[in-house]
């Protein structure tokens, strides 16, 4: 009997020990599973091949695609990070130690859920980093309580004992939930929205400031004020302001219009010197070297260059010169005006009514 006492006992104290390991995470040295860090694991060895993890020669994309597909769809789901029933250790088996307790069932996940949307735990920071949840993944325990799932995780990893952080709660299950996620884009669409109602709101009273004068007087005037100064101001950079220049386009405008008003009554235009001057220099501009009716060269009035020394006597036929700035042979001038109508004579060239002077050197 007393054999027997001691053999419970020992069973009960290395049940105990082993528990203890167990509840902080030392499972190294644990005795559920003795060999588990020294023995290999052999049968992975010839495990066969799964055809779905085998990645075809020519990627077509569309296995891809469906697993997109498939993940955008569940990225909203709901599920338990620890659905089977958690491992019992020795201690537990003997009902030395109270096992944990069995997982909640749907029903009761909806009512820790409604107490946590009650108490307004994902609209709050996490209560681990002080930080708000925004897209990050989040965990409700079945104490109705709401963390971040990596600042969990690294909570239980520290303290080496899985227990509720707010209420130290052991042995709980978790679930992952996205009301954080959700809050946070509904409160990103309600920022995006202000933002964009305040811009409309912004536009239309600055137009409505623009365009509809106030009641006030001492503000009436202003407003007049500022519209007749942009007034001005638009009427001003519509023009050139270069006035000088302004008035000589006039100028040449009025006296070309009177010069086509004369030869349309048929009065003569007196041209004096100066003007027969800067008419001569247009034509030499023409480089204009041979008559244009005999196709014969004209006199040496035109650059010399082009006459030799054995050319005297072509260089005894005179040059007109006409108003219209063109060269003429004299003679081939008088010839063309006996065979054309008319009481004025007009340039065989440019048809318009000229005056001709015979150039002398």
Request: charged share 25%.
């Amino acid at each position: 009997g007393r054999s027997s006492k001691r053999e419970t006992i020992a069973v009960s104290a290395v049940a105990l020990q082993d528990h203890i390991i167990h509840s902080h995470q030392l499972q190294d040295l644990s005795l559920a599973d003795p060999f588990k860090s020294r023995t290999r694991n052999i049968k992975n060895i010839s495990k066969p091949v799964n055809k779905e993890m085998v990645r075809a020669v020519v990627d077509t994309g569309l296995r891809r695609k469906s697993a997109h597909h498939k993940t955008k769809e569940d990225a909203e789901k709901e599920y338990l990070l620890d659905p089977g029933p958690l491992q019992l250790t020795l201690a537990q088996k003997l009902g030395l130690v109270e096992p944990p307790s069995l997982s909640q069932t749907a029903e009761e996940w909806v009512k820790i859920k409604e107490r946590s949307v009650q108490h307004g735990d994902s609209t709050q920071p996490c209560a681990i980093c002080r930080e708000e949840f925004a897209l990050q993944p989040q965990v409700l325990l079945s104490c109705s309580h709401v963390f971040h799932k990596a600042c969990l995780k690294a909570f239980e990893k520290r303290t080496g004992k899985k227990s509720c952080p707010m209420c130290r709660k052991e042995q709980y299950h978790t679930t992952v939930i996205h009301d954080g996620a959700r809050l946070f884009r509904m409160k990103c669409a309600i920022r995006i929205q202000a933002s964009w109602r305040g811009y409309i709101v912004r536009k239309w009273y600055k137009n409505l400031r623009s365009t509809v004068p106030p009641n006030d007087s001492k503000l009436r005037k202003q407003f007049f004020e500022k519209k007749v100064q942009q007034i001005s101001s638009r009427l001003v950079s519509s023009y050139n302001i270069n006035l000088d220049e302004f008035f000589s386009e006039i100028d040449s405008s009025i006296a070309a219009s009177r010069d086509a008003f004369r030869q349309w009554e048929g009065k003569e235009i007196l041209i004096n010197e100066t003007d027969w001057e800067k008419i001569q220099m247009q034509a030499f501009r023409q480089e204009i070297f041979d008559c244009p009716i005999c196709i014969m060269p004209l006199s040496p009035t035109v650059p010399p260059a082009r006459l030799s020394s054995g050319n005297s006597s072509q260089c005894s036929r005179q040059t007109v010169l006409l108003s219209c700035s063109h060269l003429f042979h004299h003679t081939c001038l008088q010839a063309f005006e006996e065979f054309s109508l008319g009481e004025r004579h007009i340039c065989p060239l440019c048809r318009s009514y000229y005056q001709k002077k015979i150039l002398k050197w």
